[in-house]
Protein backbone atom coordinates (compact mmCIF):
# COMPACT_ATOMS: atom_id res chain seq x y z
CA UNK A 1 0.00 0.00 0.00
CA UNK A 2 2.98 2.17 0.80
CA UNK A 3 4.18 1.47 -2.30
CA UNK A 4 0.72 3.04 -4.06
CA UNK A 5 0.63 5.72 -2.74
CA UNK A 6 4.45 6.52 -3.38
CA UNK A 7 3.76 5.91 -6.89
CA UNK A 8 0.57 8.35 -6.49
CA UNK A 9 3.04 11.17 -5.24
CA UNK A 10 5.65 10.65 -8.26
CA UNK A 11 2.73 10.79 -10.81
CA UNK A 12 1.88 13.93 -8.89
CA UNK A 13 5.05 15.67 -9.28
CA UNK A 14 5.17 14.81 -12.95
CA UNK A 15 1.99 16.07 -13.61
CA UNK A 16 2.66 19.48 -11.42
CA UNK A 17 6.42 19.56 -13.14
CA UNK A 18 4.76 19.33 -16.76
CA UNK A 19 4.74 22.43 -18.36
CA UNK A 20 1.83 22.57 -20.07
CA UNK A 21 -2.35 23.12 -17.91
CA UNK A 22 -3.35 19.16 -17.20
CA UNK A 23 -7.13 18.30 -16.18
CA UNK A 24 -8.36 14.75 -15.32
CA UNK A 25 -12.01 13.61 -15.23
CA UNK A 26 -12.99 10.42 -14.27
CA UNK A 27 -15.71 8.25 -16.24
CA UNK A 28 -18.26 10.02 -14.53
CA UNK A 29 -17.51 13.33 -15.18
CA UNK A 30 -15.91 14.42 -12.19
CA UNK A 31 -12.54 16.68 -11.78
CA UNK A 32 -10.10 14.17 -10.61
CA UNK A 33 -7.04 16.15 -10.75
CA UNK A 34 -5.92 19.60 -12.30
CA UNK A 35 -1.68 20.98 -11.99
CA UNK A 36 -1.01 24.65 -11.51
CA UNK A 37 -0.33 25.22 -14.93
CA UNK A 38 -3.94 24.67 -15.25
CA UNK A 39 -5.03 27.01 -12.67
CA UNK A 40 -2.45 29.62 -14.49
CA UNK A 41 -4.28 29.25 -17.85
CA UNK A 42 -7.55 28.96 -17.14
CA UNK A 43 -7.71 31.35 -13.60
CA UNK A 44 -9.63 27.96 -11.96
CA UNK A 45 -8.17 26.88 -8.66
CA UNK A 46 -8.19 23.30 -7.19
CA UNK A 47 -10.54 23.99 -4.54
CA UNK A 48 -13.21 25.39 -6.97
CA UNK A 49 -13.19 22.25 -9.09
CA UNK A 50 -11.74 19.17 -7.53
CA UNK A 51 -14.53 16.49 -6.86
CA UNK A 52 -17.60 18.58 -9.15
CA UNK A 53 -18.68 17.71 -12.25
CA UNK A 54 -16.56 19.54 -14.79
CA UNK A 55 -19.57 20.52 -16.89
CA UNK A 56 -21.39 22.25 -13.65
CA UNK A 57 -18.08 24.43 -13.02
CA UNK A 58 -17.23 24.99 -16.60
CA UNK A 59 -20.22 24.47 -18.60
CA UNK A 60 -18.85 24.66 -21.86
CA UNK A 61 -16.66 22.19 -21.46
CA UNK A 62 -15.72 19.90 -24.19
CA UNK A 63 -14.14 16.76 -22.16
CA UNK A 64 -16.63 15.31 -21.17
CA UNK A 65 -17.77 14.15 -24.73
CA UNK A 66 -14.83 12.29 -24.88
CA UNK A 67 -15.88 10.24 -22.82
CA UNK A 68 -18.23 9.46 -24.87
CA UNK A 69 -17.16 8.76 -28.65
CA UNK A 70 -13.94 7.72 -26.91
CA UNK A 71 -12.17 9.51 -29.46
CA UNK A 72 -8.49 12.12 -29.42
CA UNK A 73 -9.76 15.79 -30.11
CA UNK A 74 -6.42 18.18 -30.96
CA UNK A 75 -5.97 22.01 -31.02
CA UNK A 76 -9.52 23.42 -29.64
CA UNK A 77 -9.09 27.06 -28.89
CA UNK A 78 -11.09 28.14 -25.50
CA UNK A 79 -11.22 31.24 -24.56
CA UNK A 80 -11.89 32.41 -20.82
CA UNK A 81 -11.88 36.19 -20.36
CA UNK A 82 -8.78 37.55 -20.82
CA UNK A 83 -6.97 34.45 -21.47
CA UNK A 84 -6.81 32.51 -25.13
CA UNK A 85 -5.55 28.71 -24.99
CA UNK A 86 -5.46 25.44 -26.93
CA UNK A 87 -6.86 22.26 -25.71
CA UNK A 88 -5.74 18.83 -26.51
CA UNK A 89 -7.73 16.18 -25.41
CA UNK A 90 -7.74 12.42 -24.95
CA UNK A 91 -9.46 9.38 -22.94
CA UNK A 92 -7.90 7.46 -20.33
CA UNK A 93 -7.99 3.20 -20.93
CA UNK A 94 -8.00 0.76 -18.89
CA UNK A 95 -8.19 -3.18 -20.45
CA UNK A 96 -10.42 -1.10 -23.11
CA UNK A 97 -13.00 0.33 -20.98
CA UNK A 98 -12.94 4.49 -20.54
CA UNK A 99 -12.21 5.12 -17.04
CA UNK A 100 -11.72 8.59 -17.80
CA UNK A 101 -10.44 11.57 -19.97
CA UNK A 102 -7.44 13.85 -19.82
CA UNK A 103 -7.31 17.19 -21.44
CA UNK A 104 -4.05 19.22 -21.93
CA UNK A 105 -3.72 22.86 -22.17
CA UNK A 106 -1.45 25.09 -23.92
CA UNK A 107 -1.55 29.28 -23.35
CA UNK A 108 -1.55 31.11 -26.33
CA UNK A 109 1.48 32.91 -25.94
CA UNK A 110 3.26 29.58 -25.81
CA UNK A 111 1.44 28.70 -28.85
CA UNK A 112 1.96 31.88 -30.41
CA UNK A 113 6.01 31.38 -29.80
CA UNK A 114 5.92 28.04 -31.32
CA UNK A 115 3.62 29.56 -34.48
CA UNK A 116 6.31 32.17 -34.68
CA UNK A 117 9.02 29.51 -35.16
CA UNK A 118 7.11 28.10 -37.60
CA UNK A 119 6.68 30.80 -39.55
CA UNK A 120 10.54 31.35 -39.54
CA UNK A 121 11.23 28.22 -40.54
CA UNK A 122 8.69 28.26 -43.52
CA UNK A 123 10.17 31.61 -44.57
CA UNK A 124 13.70 30.09 -44.66
CA UNK A 125 12.31 26.93 -46.85
CA UNK A 126 10.42 29.38 -49.04
CA UNK A 127 13.63 31.84 -49.43
CA UNK A 128 16.00 28.30 -49.97
CA UNK A 129 13.27 27.34 -52.49
CA UNK A 130 13.82 30.87 -54.16
CA UNK A 131 17.60 30.31 -53.97
CA UNK A 132 17.51 26.80 -55.63
CA UNK A 133 14.87 28.49 -58.44
CA UNK A 134 17.49 31.03 -59.40
CA UNK A 135 20.21 28.75 -59.77
CA UNK A 136 18.20 26.18 -62.11
CA UNK A 137 16.93 29.30 -64.21
CA UNK A 138 16.79 28.40 -67.49
CA UNK A 139 19.65 31.06 -69.04
CA UNK A 140 19.13 30.70 -73.03
CA UNK A 141 15.87 32.43 -75.17
CA UNK A 142 15.07 32.53 -78.73
CA UNK A 143 17.13 35.45 -79.45
CA UNK A 144 20.15 33.47 -78.55
CA UNK A 145 19.46 29.96 -81.18
CA UNK A 146 21.28 31.42 -84.11
CA UNK A 147 20.35 30.65 -88.00
CA UNK A 148 18.11 32.44 -90.55
CA UNK A 149 17.53 29.49 -93.42
CA UNK A 150 13.68 28.35 -93.48
CA UNK A 151 14.47 25.09 -92.10
CA UNK A 152 15.80 26.91 -88.64
CA UNK A 153 13.31 29.11 -88.69
CA UNK A 154 10.56 26.90 -89.45
CA UNK A 155 12.51 25.13 -85.76
CA UNK A 156 11.85 28.27 -84.20
CA UNK A 157 8.23 28.87 -84.97
CA UNK A 158 7.24 25.82 -83.98
CA UNK A 159 8.78 25.58 -80.81
CA UNK A 160 7.41 29.16 -79.94
CA UNK A 161 3.88 27.81 -80.59
CA UNK A 162 4.12 24.79 -78.34
CA UNK A 163 5.71 26.99 -76.19
CA UNK A 164 2.81 28.39 -74.72
CA UNK A 165 1.15 25.43 -74.15
CA UNK A 166 1.42 22.69 -71.21
CA UNK A 167 2.35 19.89 -73.48
CA UNK A 168 5.08 17.19 -73.14
CA UNK A 169 7.42 17.95 -75.81
CA UNK A 170 10.04 15.66 -77.35
CA UNK A 171 12.82 16.93 -78.94
CA UNK A 172 15.26 14.72 -80.90
CA UNK A 173 18.69 15.40 -82.98
CA UNK A 174 22.17 14.38 -83.34
CA UNK A 175 24.68 15.45 -80.98
CA UNK A 176 25.13 19.01 -80.49
CA UNK A 177 21.93 20.18 -82.64
CA UNK A 178 20.99 22.44 -79.69
CA UNK A 179 18.57 19.96 -77.96
CA UNK A 180 19.18 21.77 -74.59
CA UNK A 181 19.17 25.06 -76.11
CA UNK A 182 15.63 24.84 -76.92
CA UNK A 183 14.43 23.12 -74.14
CA UNK A 184 15.27 26.52 -72.14
CA UNK A 185 14.27 28.55 -74.53
CA UNK A 186 11.17 27.18 -74.89
CA UNK A 187 10.48 27.03 -70.69
CA UNK A 188 11.80 30.86 -70.85
CA UNK A 189 9.04 31.59 -73.59
CA UNK A 190 5.94 29.61 -71.43
CA UNK A 191 4.67 30.71 -68.43
CA UNK A 192 6.46 28.50 -66.39
CA UNK A 193 9.77 30.87 -66.65
CA UNK A 194 9.31 32.43 -63.22
CA UNK A 195 9.90 28.68 -62.03
CA UNK A 196 12.55 26.34 -61.93
CA UNK A 197 14.25 24.46 -64.89
CA UNK A 198 15.53 21.43 -63.70
CA UNK A 199 18.09 19.62 -65.75
CA UNK A 200 18.59 15.69 -65.42
CA UNK A 201 21.06 13.77 -68.02
CA UNK A 202 19.55 10.26 -67.78
CA UNK A 203 22.36 8.66 -68.99
CA UNK A 204 24.89 10.12 -66.58
CA UNK A 205 23.49 8.62 -63.75
CA UNK A 206 22.98 4.68 -62.75
CA UNK A 207 19.14 3.79 -62.91
CA UNK A 208 19.05 3.07 -58.83
CA UNK A 209 20.71 6.15 -58.19
CA UNK A 210 18.34 8.20 -60.68
CA UNK A 211 15.50 6.97 -59.11
CA UNK A 212 16.24 8.25 -55.77
CA UNK A 213 17.56 11.48 -57.67
CA UNK A 214 14.02 11.83 -59.26
CA UNK A 215 11.77 10.54 -56.62
CA UNK A 216 13.97 11.48 -53.39
CA UNK A 217 13.67 9.22 -50.07
CA UNK A 218 11.97 9.66 -46.98
CA UNK A 219 14.38 9.83 -43.82
CA UNK A 220 15.89 6.34 -43.16
CA UNK A 221 14.72 4.82 -46.44
CA UNK A 222 17.70 3.50 -46.93
CA UNK A 223 20.18 2.47 -44.23
CA UNK A 224 22.89 3.73 -46.62
CA UNK A 225 21.10 7.15 -47.35
CA UNK A 226 21.17 10.55 -45.19
CA UNK A 227 18.99 10.63 -42.31
CA UNK A 228 17.14 13.77 -42.82
CA UNK A 229 16.23 12.10 -46.52
CA UNK A 230 15.78 13.80 -49.69
CA UNK A 231 13.75 16.22 -51.58
CA UNK A 232 13.30 14.67 -55.56
CA UNK A 233 14.02 16.32 -58.89
CA UNK A 234 10.02 16.85 -59.33
CA UNK A 235 9.28 18.28 -56.53
CA UNK A 236 11.94 21.01 -57.05
CA UNK A 237 11.01 21.12 -60.50
CA UNK A 238 7.09 21.79 -59.41
CA UNK A 239 5.13 24.06 -60.99
CA UNK A 240 8.25 24.38 -63.37
CA UNK A 241 9.53 22.26 -66.20
CA UNK A 242 12.14 19.24 -65.51
CA UNK A 243 14.23 18.38 -68.59
CA UNK A 244 14.78 15.00 -68.61
CA UNK A 245 18.07 14.97 -71.54
CA UNK A 246 18.85 11.73 -73.01
CA UNK A 247 15.73 9.42 -71.70
CA UNK A 248 16.54 6.76 -74.38
CA UNK A 249 19.04 5.65 -71.43
CA UNK A 250 16.61 5.35 -68.86
CA UNK A 251 16.18 2.14 -67.52
CA UNK A 252 12.70 -0.07 -68.26
CA UNK A 253 11.80 -0.50 -64.73
CA UNK A 254 12.23 3.75 -64.15
CA UNK A 255 10.46 4.56 -67.56
CA UNK A 256 7.33 2.48 -65.64
CA UNK A 257 7.43 5.10 -62.50
CA UNK A 258 7.90 7.80 -64.84
CA UNK A 259 4.71 6.67 -66.69
CA UNK A 260 2.68 6.70 -63.49
CA UNK A 261 4.15 9.87 -61.92
CA UNK A 262 3.27 11.40 -65.67
CA UNK A 263 -0.48 10.15 -65.92
CA UNK A 264 -1.05 10.26 -62.08
CA UNK A 265 0.47 13.87 -61.70
CA UNK A 266 1.20 12.59 -58.58
CA UNK A 267 4.37 10.70 -56.79
CA UNK A 268 5.70 8.96 -53.44
CA UNK A 269 9.39 9.50 -52.43
CA UNK A 270 10.82 6.32 -51.57
CA UNK A 271 10.04 4.83 -48.34
CA UNK A 272 7.11 7.39 -48.11
CA UNK A 273 3.44 6.49 -47.78
CA UNK A 274 1.74 9.98 -49.14
CA UNK A 275 1.33 10.64 -51.74
CA UNK A 276 2.27 14.24 -53.54
CA UNK A 277 0.18 16.19 -55.83
CA UNK A 278 2.55 18.00 -58.76
CA UNK A 279 2.67 19.95 -61.64
CA UNK A 280 5.89 19.62 -63.48
CA UNK A 281 6.19 20.43 -67.40
CA UNK A 282 8.44 17.58 -68.83
CA UNK A 283 10.34 18.55 -71.66
CA UNK A 284 12.55 15.50 -73.19
CA UNK A 285 15.57 14.66 -75.25
CA UNK A 286 17.42 12.18 -77.45
CA UNK A 287 19.80 11.63 -80.07
CA UNK A 288 18.64 7.91 -80.01
CA UNK A 289 15.61 6.43 -82.32
CA UNK A 290 13.04 6.02 -80.03
CA UNK A 291 10.93 4.47 -82.41
CA UNK A 292 13.21 1.56 -83.06
CA UNK A 293 13.81 1.43 -79.32
CA UNK A 294 10.75 0.74 -78.87
CA UNK A 295 10.33 -1.87 -81.48
CA UNK A 296 13.22 -3.82 -79.83
CA UNK A 297 11.27 -3.44 -76.32
CA UNK A 298 13.81 -1.52 -75.26
CA UNK A 299 11.82 2.15 -74.49
CA UNK A 300 8.26 1.48 -73.25
CA UNK A 301 5.54 2.20 -76.31
CA UNK A 302 3.18 3.66 -73.23
CA UNK A 303 5.85 6.19 -72.39
CA UNK A 304 7.09 6.81 -75.88
CA UNK A 305 2.95 7.88 -76.64
CA UNK A 306 3.18 9.67 -73.59
CA UNK A 307 6.39 12.20 -74.00
CA UNK A 308 5.39 12.74 -77.57
CA UNK A 309 2.78 14.23 -77.56
CA UNK A 310 4.96 17.11 -79.95
CA UNK A 311 7.77 15.81 -81.39
CA UNK A 312 10.89 18.94 -82.58
CA UNK A 313 13.41 17.24 -84.83
CA UNK A 314 15.84 19.60 -84.37
CA UNK A 315 18.12 19.30 -88.25
CA UNK A 316 21.65 18.87 -87.78
CA UNK A 317 24.12 21.69 -89.69
CA UNK A 318 24.59 19.89 -92.59
CA UNK A 319 20.84 19.99 -93.56
CA UNK A 320 21.30 23.91 -92.70
CA UNK A 321 24.76 24.92 -94.14
CA UNK A 322 23.65 28.18 -95.26
CA UNK A 323 23.25 29.08 -91.48
CA UNK A 324 27.24 28.21 -90.78
CA UNK A 325 28.56 31.74 -91.62
CA UNK A 326 26.04 33.26 -88.93
CA UNK A 327 26.86 31.18 -86.48
CA UNK A 328 30.37 31.66 -87.15
CA UNK A 329 30.24 35.28 -86.71
CA UNK A 330 28.23 35.00 -82.99
CA UNK A 331 31.23 32.86 -82.04
CA UNK A 332 33.60 35.39 -83.05
CA UNK A 333 31.60 38.12 -81.41
CA UNK A 334 33.42 40.12 -79.05
CA UNK A 335 36.72 38.63 -80.47
CA UNK A 336 38.98 40.67 -82.51
CA UNK A 337 39.55 38.39 -84.62
CA UNK A 338 38.45 37.82 -88.65
CA UNK A 339 38.58 34.80 -90.49
CA UNK A 340 39.27 34.18 -94.31
CA UNK A 341 36.39 33.77 -96.84
CA UNK A 342 37.92 30.48 -98.08
CA UNK A 343 37.93 29.04 -94.54
CA UNK A 344 34.50 29.76 -94.57
CA UNK A 345 33.76 28.02 -97.70
CA UNK A 346 35.68 25.31 -96.26
CA UNK A 347 33.72 25.05 -92.81
CA UNK A 348 30.45 25.08 -95.13
CA UNK A 349 31.55 22.02 -96.92
CA UNK A 350 32.39 20.03 -93.96
CA UNK A 351 30.12 17.49 -92.44
CA UNK A 352 29.96 18.19 -88.87
CA UNK A 353 28.79 14.94 -87.15
CA UNK A 354 28.94 16.75 -83.73
CA UNK A 355 27.02 19.98 -84.80
CA UNK A 356 26.96 23.00 -83.95
CA UNK A 357 29.09 21.68 -80.00
CA UNK A 358 31.77 20.83 -83.27
CA UNK A 359 31.72 24.26 -84.75
CA UNK A 360 32.20 26.17 -81.55
CA UNK A 361 35.08 24.24 -80.55
CA UNK A 362 36.29 24.57 -84.05
CA UNK A 363 35.71 28.49 -84.00
CA UNK A 364 37.48 28.36 -80.46
CA UNK A 365 40.70 25.89 -81.13
CA UNK A 366 41.19 28.45 -84.39
CA UNK A 367 41.02 31.35 -81.75
CA UNK A 368 43.46 29.72 -79.74
CA UNK A 369 46.04 28.96 -82.87
CA UNK A 370 46.26 32.10 -84.91
CA UNK A 371 48.44 34.96 -83.80
CA UNK A 372 48.06 37.61 -85.98
CA UNK A 373 44.06 37.56 -85.48
CA UNK A 374 43.40 36.00 -88.91
CA UNK A 375 41.68 33.02 -89.22
CA UNK A 376 43.09 30.37 -91.76
CA UNK A 377 43.13 27.30 -93.20
CA UNK A 378 46.13 26.46 -91.64
CA UNK A 379 44.61 26.93 -87.76
CA UNK A 380 41.79 24.70 -88.08
CA UNK A 381 41.76 21.47 -86.16
CA UNK A 382 43.22 18.41 -88.11
CA UNK A 383 40.95 16.65 -88.61
CA UNK A 384 39.11 19.10 -90.65
CA UNK A 385 41.65 19.81 -92.59
CA UNK A 386 41.99 16.34 -93.90
CA UNK A 387 38.67 15.68 -94.88
CA UNK A 388 38.79 19.36 -97.31
CA UNK A 389 42.03 17.73 -98.68
CA UNK A 390 40.85 14.05 -98.82
CA UNK A 391 37.89 15.26 -100.90
CA UNK A 392 38.63 18.63 -102.73
CA UNK A 393 42.59 18.64 -102.69
CA UNK A 394 41.56 22.19 -104.34
CA UNK A 395 44.24 23.70 -101.76
CA UNK A 396 46.78 20.90 -102.74
CA UNK A 397 49.57 21.67 -105.11
CA UNK A 398 49.96 19.75 -108.20
CA UNK A 399 53.42 18.03 -108.91
CA UNK A 400 52.97 16.81 -112.87
CA UNK A 401 50.33 17.56 -115.53
CA UNK A 402 49.09 14.03 -114.79
CA UNK A 403 48.22 15.09 -111.41
CA UNK A 404 46.40 18.29 -112.86
CA UNK A 405 44.54 16.05 -115.09
CA UNK A 406 43.67 13.79 -112.61
CA UNK A 407 42.40 16.84 -110.47
CA UNK A 408 40.63 18.20 -112.94
CA UNK A 409 38.87 14.79 -113.98
CA UNK A 410 38.18 14.31 -110.42
CA UNK A 411 36.62 18.16 -110.33
CA UNK A 412 34.69 17.90 -113.25
CA UNK A 413 33.36 13.92 -112.16
CA UNK A 414 32.46 16.09 -108.80
CA UNK A 415 30.78 18.70 -110.12
CA UNK A 416 28.35 16.80 -112.59
CA UNK A 417 27.45 14.65 -109.68
CA UNK A 418 26.86 17.17 -107.79
CA UNK A 419 24.10 18.20 -110.27
CA UNK A 420 22.89 14.67 -111.15
CA UNK A 421 22.87 13.23 -108.12
CA UNK A 422 24.33 9.84 -107.03
CA UNK A 423 21.64 7.22 -107.36
CA UNK A 424 21.95 5.27 -110.33
CA UNK A 425 19.84 7.17 -112.51
CA UNK A 426 22.01 10.39 -111.40
CA UNK A 427 25.00 8.20 -112.27
CA UNK A 428 23.89 7.33 -116.08
CA UNK A 429 22.94 10.98 -116.53
CA UNK A 430 26.20 12.29 -115.08
CA UNK A 431 28.11 9.67 -117.92
CA UNK A 432 26.12 10.77 -120.65
CA UNK A 433 26.72 14.17 -120.23
CA UNK A 434 30.20 13.81 -120.12
CA UNK A 435 30.14 11.44 -122.70
CA UNK A 436 31.22 8.01 -121.22
CA UNK A 437 29.77 4.48 -120.75
CA UNK A 438 28.37 4.05 -117.29
CA UNK A 439 31.05 1.82 -116.36
CA UNK A 440 33.78 3.77 -117.49
CA UNK A 441 32.23 6.75 -115.33
CA UNK A 442 32.11 3.52 -112.65
CA UNK A 443 36.27 2.79 -113.22
CA UNK A 444 37.18 7.11 -112.84
CA UNK A 445 35.30 7.37 -109.85
CA UNK A 446 37.28 4.39 -108.29
CA UNK A 447 40.60 5.28 -109.63
CA UNK A 448 39.90 9.32 -108.41
CA UNK A 449 38.59 7.59 -104.83
CA UNK A 450 35.19 9.74 -105.59
CA UNK A 451 33.04 7.56 -102.89
CA UNK A 452 29.27 6.74 -103.01
N1 LIG B 1 21.16 27.64 -82.64
C1 LIG B 1 22.26 27.80 -81.89
N2 LIG B 1 22.88 28.98 -81.87
C2 LIG B 1 24.00 29.15 -81.15
N3 LIG B 1 24.59 28.19 -80.44
C3 LIG B 1 24.03 27.01 -80.42
C4 LIG B 1 22.83 26.74 -81.15
N4 LIG B 1 22.49 25.46 -80.94
C5 LIG B 1 23.44 24.93 -80.14
N5 LIG B 1 24.37 25.84 -79.81
C6 LIG B 1 25.56 25.60 -78.99
O1 LIG B 1 26.00 24.29 -79.30
C7 LIG B 1 26.36 23.56 -78.14
C8 LIG B 1 25.56 22.29 -78.05
O2 LIG B 1 24.19 22.57 -77.75
P1 LIG B 1 23.32 21.60 -76.83
O3 LIG B 1 24.08 21.21 -75.63
O4 LIG B 1 22.01 22.24 -76.65
O5 LIG B 1 23.22 20.35 -77.82
P2 LIG B 1 22.52 18.93 -77.60
O6 LIG B 1 21.67 18.69 -78.79
O7 LIG B 1 21.87 18.90 -76.28
O8 LIG B 1 23.75 17.94 -77.67
P3 LIG B 1 23.93 16.46 -77.02
O9 LIG B 1 23.01 15.53 -77.75
O10 LIG B 1 25.35 16.15 -77.31
O11 LIG B 1 23.62 16.60 -75.59
C9 LIG B 1 26.17 24.49 -76.98
O12 LIG B 1 27.41 25.01 -76.63
C10 LIG B 1 25.29 25.59 -77.51
O13 LIG B 1 25.64 26.79 -76.91
MG1 LIG C 1 22.32 17.74 -74.57
Given at each position: MQKESEKIG???????AVHDGILVIDQDGIVQLIN???????????????????IDVRPGAVLPSVLK????????????????????MAPIYENYDIIGAVSVCKSIPEVYELSMELRKSKQRVSQLEKAVGRIHQARYTFSDLIGNTPLFKKMIHQAKKIAASNL?????????????LFAQAIHQESTRNDQPFIPVNCAAIPGSLLESELFGYEEGAFTSSKREGKIGLFELANNGTLF????????????????RVLQEGTFRKIGGLKEKQIDVRII??????????????RFREDLFYRINTVQLRL?????????IPEIIAYFLRNQKFQIEEDVIDILMQYDWPGNIRELKNTIHYAINMTDNGTITLEHLPETIKNSFILHKTKFKTPQSLEEIIKETERNVIMETLKETGISVKGKKAAARKLGISLASLYNKMAKLHINK
Open positions: WLEGIIEEEYTNITGVRKEQIIGKPLTGKVKEGVFRKEKEMEYVVDSILITGESGTGKELDEIGDMTLELQAKLLAATNKDLQSMVQKEPSLRERRGD
